[in-house]
């Protein structure tokens, strides 16, 4: 059986690096690694294959590009071209990436069968691209690999039952896995006291793409970091717009520092008092490393995290409150799986192979 993972951004890596890992352990598995090009420095892609022990992609596309229809559209070419030499019997999706919706749509013109992992998820309002991404490549993948209970139920709402699966996060089983590795030194090269700081992460388009929103973000932050340190490693997409819009001295309180990887992302995690941050899947690592956090968003597709009360959506106006006004949470349980997911998955995919 031939299996080709399709990955191109930071999120997409740490996914794949658990997936990959069972694979390994699949004697009638050829596995193929796609690398779309999406993330490309160092520090945002390079450095994730080599802390988390990930083989070499078997093909780079190197695609580079500033908008979001020439990027998928260039994706799109590239993917046939290899999808018709490979002849893969599945092509492995993730998350809600660019890379991801180009994948499930050069697969599925090909008649190749998809899975896709995470899927399920939802979040309003419905025109943020990585929504686009998900509705679209749970549409036209034959397998629908949900990390939680709310995921399917998404799912079944749309009569895409039959196709679906919860076998929890994977993120979680690299969680559990990755933790005794977790890596410190950034809390000591800052001299950071343990509780006493916050991680904050930004690089959603709406929250950085427009001055006035990256402003009044940073400026609340920047009012939270004088009183206790503020650690904020920035993405490049925001480190641009930062540049670009001249607000580097709304942000001087805030300890800026580069991309981390993500063992050291989750060192920094561990010992700290919060987070704050609009990503989707740092949200929920936040929440694995026992850190409540605020979520610059309308809306998360990891609704559980709100429900219960552990993190609480925010935008610049309550930022303030929201670190520093902590209500009590209901406990979720196993919401996310057992740590089990990437098993469940080869599992899965060697049956339907067979
Ligand atoms: C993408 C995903 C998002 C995910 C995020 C994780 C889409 C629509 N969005 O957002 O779901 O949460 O990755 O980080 O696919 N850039 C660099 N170097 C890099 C990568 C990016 O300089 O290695 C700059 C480029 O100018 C690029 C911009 O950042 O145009 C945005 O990158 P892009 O991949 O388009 O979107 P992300 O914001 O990273």
Request: hydrophobic fraction near 45%.
């Given at each position: 059986m031939k299996i080709i993972s399709i990955v191109g951004a930071r999120p997409q890596f740490i996914k794949e690096a658990i997936v990959q890992e069972e694979l390994r352990?699949?004697?009638n598995v050829e596995h193929i690694v796609l690398h779309t090009g999406q993330h490309y420095d160092a520090e945002m892609s390079t450095v994730f294959f080599d802390t988390l022990k990930m083989r070499p992609p078997?093909?780079?596309?190197g695609i580079k590009a500033q908008l979001h229809g020439e990027m998928t559209g260039l994706m799109l070419i590239e993917l046939e071209r290899v999808f018709l030499k490979e002849r893969p019997d599945i092509v492995l999706l993730y998350g809600d990436t660019n890379s991801t919706v180009a994948g499930a749509l050069a697969a599925a013109k090909l008649k190749l069968r998809t899975a896709h992992v995470e899927a399920g998820l939802r979040q309003t309002p419905r025109w943020i691209p990585e929504e686009v991404n998900r509705v679209v490549t749970d549409r036209v993948s034959d397998v629908l690999f949900a990390p939680s209970q709310l995921a399917m139920g998404n799912l079944q709402r749309e009569g895409l039952l039959d196709r679906a699966?919860?076998?929890?996060?994977v993120m979680y089983d690299l969680y559990l896995r990755a933790v005794s590795r977790f890596d410190t030194s950034v809390v000591d090269r800052l001299r950071l006291e343990g509780k006493r700081y916050i991680v904050m992460t930004l690089h959603r388009d709406f929250n950085v793409d427009k001055q006035e929103n990256l402003a009044a973000i940073l400026s609340a932050a920047n009012t939270i970091a004088a009183e206790q340190p503020v650690v904020f490693p920035v993405h490049p997409r925001t480190a641009k717009r930062i540049a670009e819009f001249g607000l580097e001295s709304l942000a001087k309180n805030i300890t800026i520092v580069p991309p981390l990887d993500y063992l050291s992302l989750m060192g920094l995690t561990q010992h700290a008092s919060f987070v704050i941050t609009d990503s989707g899947g740092y949200q929920k690592e936040a929440y694995f490393a026992g850190k409540r956090a605020a979520i610059?968003?309308?809306?998360?597709?990891?609704r559980e995290l709100v429900e219960s009360g552990y993190h609480v959506l925010a935008s610049a106006e309550t930022l303030y409150d929201a670190v520093y006004a902590s209500k009590p949470y209901r406990d979720m349980g196993l919401v996310y799986g057992a740590g089990d997911a990437a098993a469940k998955i080869v599992k899965h995919l060697v049956e339907i192979a067979n």
């Amino acid at each position: 059986m031939k299996i080709i993972s399709i990955v191109g951004a930071r999120p997409q890596f740490i996914k794949e690096a658990i997936v990959q890992e069972e694979l390994r352990k699949q004697a009638n598995v050829e596995h193929i690694v796609l690398h779309t090009g999406q993330h490309y420095d160092a520090e945002m892609s390079t450095v994730f294959f080599d802390t988390l022990k990930m083989r070499p992609p078997d093909y780079m596309l190197g695609i580079k590009a500033q908008l979001h229809g020439e990027m998928t559209g260039l994706m799109l070419i590239e993917l046939e071209r290899v999808f018709l030499k490979e002849r893969p019997d599945i092509v492995l999706l993730y998350g809600d990436t660019n890379s991801t919706v180009a994948g499930a749509l050069a697969a599925a013109k090909l008649k190749l069968r998809t899975a896709h992992v995470e899927a399920g998820l939802r979040q309003t309002p419905r025109w943020i691209p990585e929504e686009v991404n998900r509705v679209v490549t749970d549409r036209v993948s034959d397998v629908l690999f949900a990390p939680s209970q709310l995921a399917m139920g998404n799912l079944q709402r749309e009569g895409l039952l039959d196709r679906a699966v919860n076998v929890g996060d994977v993120m979680y089983d690299l969680y559990l896995r990755a933790v005794s590795r977790f890596d410190t030194s950034v809390v000591d090269r800052l001299r950071l006291e343990g509780k006493r700081y916050i991680v904050m992460t930004l690089h959603r388009d709406f929250n950085v793409d427009k001055q006035e929103n990256l402003a009044a973000i940073l400026s609340a932050a920047n009012t939270i970091a004088a009183e206790q340190p503020v650690v904020f490693p920035v993405h490049p997409r925001t480190a641009k717009r930062i540049a670009e819009f001249g607000l580097e001295s709304l942000a001087k309180n805030i300890t800026i520092v580069p991309p981390l990887d993500y063992l050291s992302l989750m060192g920094l995690t561990q010992h700290a008092s919060f987070v704050i941050t609009d990503s989707g899947g740092y949200q929920k690592e936040a929440y694995f490393a026992g850190k409540r956090a605020a979520i610059i968003m309308e809306d998360t597709g990891w609704r559980e995290l709100v429900e219960s009360g552990y993190h609480v959506l925010a935008s610049a106006e309550t930022l303030y409150d929201a670190v520093y006004a902590s209500k009590p949470y209901r406990d979720m349980g196993l919401v996310y799986g057992a740590g089990d997911a990437a098993a469940k998955i080869v599992k899965h995919l060697v049956e339907i192979a067979n």
